[in-house]
């Protein structure tokens, strides 16, 4: 009777986890990800713990899209207005404002550190009054759309590490990317696409490098392992099948490799040889898929106007934007751009016009495109880089030329969607 009376409270409690997470199997992956133990009848007073810690309503963001501007865009030329910085320029920082701050190796030996403000000039845009840089004026017409955040920090000063913490959590590599930890905890809306994906794009600027640590699955499956797209004619690499075989002839040698790897899978049982079986028959399904969701030519021209006409140019940043809403529209939970060049450590009013010529049409139409097809209250768009940049110039200094160095702790970002609050300045 007591054994009984146990059971019917452990399904009790389950049943009123899964009616009060609202995500269906996603919350079983949730579930399961916060208490190993949940689903084996071990662990009543940790799920109640759970319950109760659970918010009131469900989340809404389903996917996310990242606007990785890689390199560290400075906020004194992009959301963050200080009119101070103008007043003042030329003027030696304080060190009351410095307040041991370290330096990077590049500013270190200097002996003077002249206060810069923005060549470039402000205005207030929208209802919400928030500043925006005559830089970005496409940016300004959505404002009301984003949230900015201008009290943003970080630990690291240099670029390797800055940006694997942005995308891992961790200053080293090997760790799961962010990517890859929501393929882990929510898993695919498309059998047919990978649950993340990583678009590349350079600027005009100096770029900072990116490589594949940044979207690894560190210790999870291998299968939630960012894929990454090209630019070439072939968008995912080594995805279409060689001359002279047709599609029945690459399904008998699936099929084949299936069964061999079963073998190796009962005799070992490493997970990675499970993970591998399921690799080649995504790669296989994508051979339709991907094609199709990386033709653009057949987007209308009221879209194209909208991202601009370098959206049709394969690897352009507004392609790729272009390309995120495809891939987010078709159910992939995450998309990961990098756009590289916006290391301004001199010349930076040229440097970073360039840098925002290419972005800001397209990153504001990504917005734009999300809200008139209905999804952007569930897919979270974010923009923004590793760190800051010195309100004070780097190297020789010049009203009208001049570089920025690193600068980790205090910088802004933009969000979007997703459930954010809308038309908000925080910082």
């Given at each position: 009777?007591?054994?009984?009376?146990?059971?019917?409270?452990?399904?009790?409690?389950?049943?009123?986890?899964?009616?009060?997470?609202?995500?269906?199997?996603?919350?079983?992956?949730?579930?399961?990800?916060?208490?190993?133990?949940?689903?084996?009848?071990?662990?009543?007073?940790?799920?109640?713990?759970?319950?109760?810690?659970?918010?009131?309503?469900?989340?809404?963001?389903?996917?996310?899209?990242?606007?990785?501007?890689?390199?560290?865009?400075?906020?004194?030329?992009?959301?963050?207005?200080?009119?101070?910085?103008?007043?003042?320029?030329?003027?030696?920082?304080?060190?009351?404002?410095?307040?041991?701050?370290?330096?990077?190796?590049?500013?270190?030996?200097?002996?003077?550190?002249?206060?810069?403000?923005?060549?470039?000039?402000?205005?207030?845009?929208?209802q919400s009054g928030a500043w925006v840089s005559d830089l970005f004026p496409y940016t300004a017409k959505i404002v009301d759309e984003l949230c900015i955040v201008k009290s943003m920090h970080t630990e690291a000063i240099n670029h390797d590490p800055a940006l694997t913490f942005f995308q891992?959590?961790?200053?080293?590599?090997?760790?799961?990317?962010?990517?890859?930890?929501?393929?882990?905890?929510?898993?695919?809306?498309?059998?047919?696409?990978?649950?993340?994906?990583?678009?590349?794009?350079?600027?005009?600027?100096?770029?900072?490098?990116?490589?594949?640590?940044?979207?690894?699955?560190?210790?999870?499956?291998?299968?939630?392992?960012?894929?990454?797209?090209?630019?070439?004619?072939?968008?995912?690499?080594?995805?279409?099948?060689?001359?002279?075989?047709?599609?029945?002839?690459?399904?008998?040698?699936?099929?084949?490799?299936?069964?061999?790897?079963?073998?190796?899978?009962?005799?070992?049982?490493?997970?990675?040889?499970?993970?591998?079986?399921?690799?080649?028959?995504?790669?296989?399904?994508?051979?339709?898929?991907?094609?199709?969701?990386?033709?653009?030519?057949?987007?209308?021209?009221?879209?194209?106007?909208?991202?601009?006409?370098?959206?049709?140019?394969?690897?352009?940043?507004?392609?790729?934007?272009?390309?995120?809403?495809?891939?987010?529209?078709?159910?992939?939970?995450?998309?990961?751009?990098?756009?590289?060049?916006?290391?301004?450590?001199?010349?930076?009013?040229?440097?970073?016009?360039?840098?925002?010529?290419?972005?800001?049409?397209?990153?504001?139409?990504?917005?734009t495109d999300l809200k008139q097809r209905g999804l952007l209250d569930e897919t979270l768009v974010i923009w923004g880089g590793e760190f800051g940049r010195t309100n004070y110039c780097q190297g020789r200094f010049s009203a009208d030329n001049y570089g920025r160095d690193h600068h980790p702790r205090?910088?802004?970002?933009?969000?979007?969607?997703?459930?954010?609050?809308?038309?908000?300045?925080?910082?």
């Open positions: 009777m007591e054994k009984e009376r146990l059971e019917s409270g452990l399904n009790e409690n389950r049943r009123k986890f899964l009616s009060r997470m609202s995500l269906g199997l996603g919350s079983v992956a949730l579930g399961s990800l916060l208490i190993p133990d949940l689903f084996n009848g071990k662990s009543q007073l940790d799920t109640d713990k759970l319950m109760a810690s659970l918010p009131h309503f469900a989340p809404k963001a389903k996917r996310v899209i990242y606007l990785f501007q890689n390199g560290a865009p400075s906020q004194l030329e992009s959301f963050d207005y200080k009119p101070t910085l103008n007043e003042r320029i030329g003027e030696e920082l304080p060190d009351s404002i410095r307040q041991g701050q370290r330096l990077t190796g590049m500013t270190a030996g200097q002996s003077s550190f002249p206060l810069v403000g923005s060549y470039h000039g402000f205005n207030q845009y929208g891992t959590g961790a200053q080293v590599g090997n760790r799961p990317s962010m990517g890859a930890w929501l393929s882990y905890g929510l898993g695919s809306e498309n059998n047919n696409l990978p649950s993340f994906c990583v678009l590349l794009s350079r600027g005009k600027g100096n770029g900072q490098g990116v490589y594949s640590k940044l979207w690894t699955n560190g210790f999870l499956n291998s299968v939630h392992q960012g894929v990454q797209f090209s630019s070439g004619d072939d968008p995912v690499l080594y995805l279409n099948d060689p001359e002279g075989m047709d599609k029945v002839d690459r399904r008998r040698m699936l099929d084949k490799i299936s069964a061999l790897n079963q073998m190796n899978y009962q005799s070992f049982g490493d997970p990675e040889i499970s993970a591998k079986i399921q690799q080649y028959e995504m790669a296989y399904r994508m051979q339709t898929a991907v094609p199709e969701v990386t033709d653009v030519t057949k987007e209308p021209d009221s879209i194209v106007k909208l991202y601009g006409p370098e959206c049709l140019v394969p690897g352009t940043y507004a392609a790729n934007c272009l390309l995120a809403r495809k891939l987010s529209e078709n159910g992939v939970r995450f998309v990961q751009l990098y756009h590289q060049g916006w290391d301004q450590h001199g010349n930076l009013p040229n440097e970073m016009a360039g840098q925002a010529l290419d972005t800001d049409q397209a990153s504001a139409a990504l917005i205090a910088f802004s970002i933009w969000m979007a969607g997703g459930g954010v609050k809308p038309g908000v300045t925080y910082g």
